[in-house]
Every structure is written in structure tokens, then in C-alpha cells.
């Protein structure tokens, strides 16, 4: 089974608004951390946010927010007025504690494209 | 401040060749390594991590090895590349501390194409 599922190849969004791109996880884990990185077309993986399994609220960077929702073992990231250098792909990313923290495991991604 | 280099930044190589792809970090020390490697198109996939010179973790059985001379160097190799082998390789490091929230810091990447 798919440990990460982004179910959203790709998105538009309008310059400006807000986007929420999705992520699902599969773990029997209770110690684990969710990741967001953001890929450009250069390539090079940009680390956005990380939510721990035990954190009690959401985490929040600037204009990356994470909406966790432990119950439904989804770690959704919402980007607030996107800009036009938004546009890049985005992966969903967990890491179990019982791997020893050292495997990180990625979803298929999201491409973001935002339009003027 | 610490950073990660990584090269060539691309390669064609013919099937049966050998590869060599380096990663080099600066600013740190005993820092974990990693190399993934990324399809066209899809994420990212654990090859190897290193906690240590000589230490060498795989995830995934394949006609790749990996190696730690250095401290700070971590080498991806292969005897035989394979069609296969084409991809996007990402080397990344992170703090010998490797906790869940142990944010993990990419190389620029190799692309790598074999014909």
C-alpha cells in the first residue's frame, strides 16, 4: 500500500489566492513527522514545513501553513497568496520512528502552477 | 553556513558503462548522507544513507553501490549502468542527530541518462 498518496497530479491557482494541495499517509507508527519540499524546474528539493505526529497545533511558515488532521492521517499544505514563484512541483514526505529516522519516504508529487 | 555540492550536473552514459557521481558537503561535520534518485515524474526514492565514513545503509537491492571515503564525501557507483539506471539523482545530508524532525538539505542533483 502507498505509505504517501497526493492525489493531484497537477493544480492551477490564480496569483494571490490561496491553494490547498493534498496528502494522505498510511502508518502504524504513533512516532512519526510529515514533510512539504518544494521542487523547481531547477531541480534542487527545498524543505518547506515539518508537522510531528505529537505536535498539538498546526504548523505554520510564513506563508506555508500545514492542516493536520491526525484522525484521517492527512497533512494537507496550504499556500496563502500564491505567488507566480510558487510554481514548482511539491511533495508530501513522512518519516516513522521506527526506521531509525532515517528514511524518508516521498509522495508521487503535485505540480502547482499559478497564473497572473 | 553549510552547503552541498554534487557533479556532474548531467551525464549520458552508454548501457554497461560504468558510473561515478560525487557528493561533497561543506560547513559540517559527521553529517548523515543520502542519495535518492527521482524518476521522470515521480518522487523520490531512498538508494542509501550513511550515519559514518564506511558506513553504508541500501533501501533498495539494484546494480548500484554506494561509499563513504570522507567524512563529507559520499560516492554513488555502478559497474553496469542500465536503461534503468536514468534518472535524477539527489544527494542530501543531515545533522548526525537524524531525529524525526531532522530536516534533510538536497545537492543540487545529477541527471543522468542512459541510452
Known amino acids: 500500500a502507498q505509505k504517501i498518496t497526493q492525489t493531484q497530479p497537477g493544480m492551477f491557482v490564480q496569483e494571490k489566492e490561496a491553494v490547498t494541495l493534498d496528502c494522505t499517509y498510511d502508518?502504524?507508527?504513533?512516532?512519526?513527522?510529515l514533510f512539504w519540499y518544494k521542487q523547481p524546474s531547477s531541480g534542487e528539493m527545498i524543505f518547506l514545513i515539518y508537522?510531528?505526529?505529537?505536535?498539538?497545533q498546526n504548523a505554520t511558515e510564513g506563508r506555508y501553513s500545514l492542516n493536520f488532521q491526525k484522525a484521517r492521517k492527512s497533512a494537507n499544505l496550504v499556500i496563502s497568496a500564491s505567488q507566480l514563484g510558487d510554481s514548482a512541483m511539491y511533495f508530501c514526505?513522512?518519516?516513522?520512528?521506527?526506521?531509525?529516522?532515517?528514511?524518508?519516504?516521498f509522495g508521487a508529487g503535485t505540480r502547482l502552477f499559478v497564473k497572473a | 553556513s553549510q552547503t552541498i555540492h554534487q557533479w556532474p550536473a548531467t551525464l549520458v552514459q552508454p548501457v554497461g558503462s560504468p558510473l561515478s557521481l560525487e557528493c561533497t558537503v561543506e560547513?559540517?561535520?559527521?553529517?548523515?548522507l543520502y542519495w535518492y534518485r527521482q524518476a521522470a515524474g515521480r518522487g523520490l526514492q531512498l538508494l542509501f544513507y550513511?550515519?559514518?565514513?564506511?558506513?553504508i545503509s541500501s533501501e533498495v537491492p539494484q546494480n548500484l553501490s554506494a561509499s563513504r571515503p570522507q567524512d563529507r564525501q559520499f560516492i554513488l557507483s555502478s559497474k553496469k549502468l542500465l536503461l534503468s539506471d536514468s534518472g535524477f539523482y539527489l544527494c542530501?545530508?543531515?545533522?548526525?542527530?537524524?531525529?524525526?524532525?531532522?530536516?534533510?538539505?538536497f545537492g543540487p542533483g545529477t541527471r543522468l541518462l542512459v541510452l
Open positions: 542530501a545530508w543531515s545533522s548526525i542527530r537524524a531525529g524525526l524532525q531532522e530536516t534533510q538539505y
Open positions: 502508518t502504524s507508527d504513533p512516532s512519526y513527522g
Open positions: 508537522q510531528g505526529s505529537y505536535d498539538q
Open positions: 514526505a513522512m518519516r516513522e520512528a521506527n526506521t531509525g529516522g532515517f528514511k524518508t519516504i
Open positions: 560547513g559540517t561535520s559527521n553529517p548523515n
Open positions: 550513511s550515519v559514518g565514513i564506511g558506513q
